[in-house]
T-cell receptor, first 115, second 114 residues
Framework: AQSVTQPDIHITVSEGASLELRCNYS??????LFWYVQSPGQGLQLLLK??????LVQGIKGFEAEFKRSQSSFNLRKPSVHWSDAAEYFC?????????????FGAGTRLAVHP | DVKVTQSSRYLVKRTGEKVFLECVQD?????MFWYRQDPGLGLRLIYF???????EKGDIPEGYSVSREKKERFSLILESASTNQTSMYLC?????????????FGPGTRLTVL
């Protein structure tokens, strides 16, 4: 069965430091991969997505992610974190079930940013 | 600007009450989804709809039903609310067609069942 694992429940970084959030997926075919961010009191917003092509994907707010098939990973990175990046981040994989497309989400990683 | 709105941000109900959560999208999207979000579990799909009057069960449909009478509106119904349905409920919509289109999310409804 398809699944998404985000190994880190909480991460704390200092403002200006680099960031990497980990995501591992389980899916038989070529995956469709997404990263969403949820700021406090908000719904989810799409940061970036990977469907095919270049394995390094650029997103909004200065984020990027790299698809590594050999490691079944799609880690999210940012070179310099801002205080406004404090939020919860969700990795998701597109899956086919019962003839329909749907998203399967990881449990999320909550990011805290120290000044 | 694309928008998904949910009828309430916070809701408090009593055990056994019938609860309606409403979701409206203004993007003319074919697909609409209801998720619940719980700490440590991420988002889990309750029900989804790919067309008016059409519904499909997601991963955790027990205790819930849905209604989609108009394209822009997707309602989640708790026939008899229970305390284990205390959660954050998120609605989303996406355009139709082949492939995985971006889902746009509403701000969520935090439901507490006492």
């Amino acid at each position: 069965a398809q699944s998404v694992t985000q190994p880190d429940i909480h991460i704390t970084v200092s403002e200006g430091a680099s960031l990497e959030l980990r995501c591992n997926y389980s899916y038989g075919a070529t995956p469709y991969l997404f990263w969403y961010v949820q700021s406090p009191g908000q719904g989810l917003q799409l940061l970036l997505k990977y469907f095919s092509g270049d394995t390094l994907v650029q997103g909004i707010k200065g984020f990027e992610a790299e698809f590594k098939r050999s490691q079944s990973s799609f880690n999210l990175r940012k070179p310099s974190v801002h205080w406004s990046d404090a939020a919860e981040y969700f990795c998701a994989v597109g899956a086919r079930s019962g003839g329909y497309n749907k998203l399967i989400f990881g449990a999320g990683t909550r990011l805290a940013v120290h000044p | 600007d694309v928008k998904v709105t949910q009828s309430s941000r916070y809701l408090v109900k009593r055990t056994g009450e019938k609860v309606f959560l409403e979701c409206v999208q203004d993007m003319d999207h074919e697909n609409m989804f209801w998720y619940r979000q719980d700490p440590g579990l991420g988002l889990r799909l309750i029900y989804f709809s790919y067309d008016v009057k059409m519904k499909e069960k997601g991963d955790i449909p027990e205790g819930y039903s849905v209604s989609r009478e108009k394209k822009e509106r997707f309602s989640l119904i708790l026939e008899s609310a229970s305390t284990n349905q205390t959660s954050m409920y998120l609605c989303a919509s996406s355009s139709g067609g082949v492939g995985y289109n971006e889902q746009f999310f509403g701000p969520g409804t935090r439901l507490t069942v006492l």
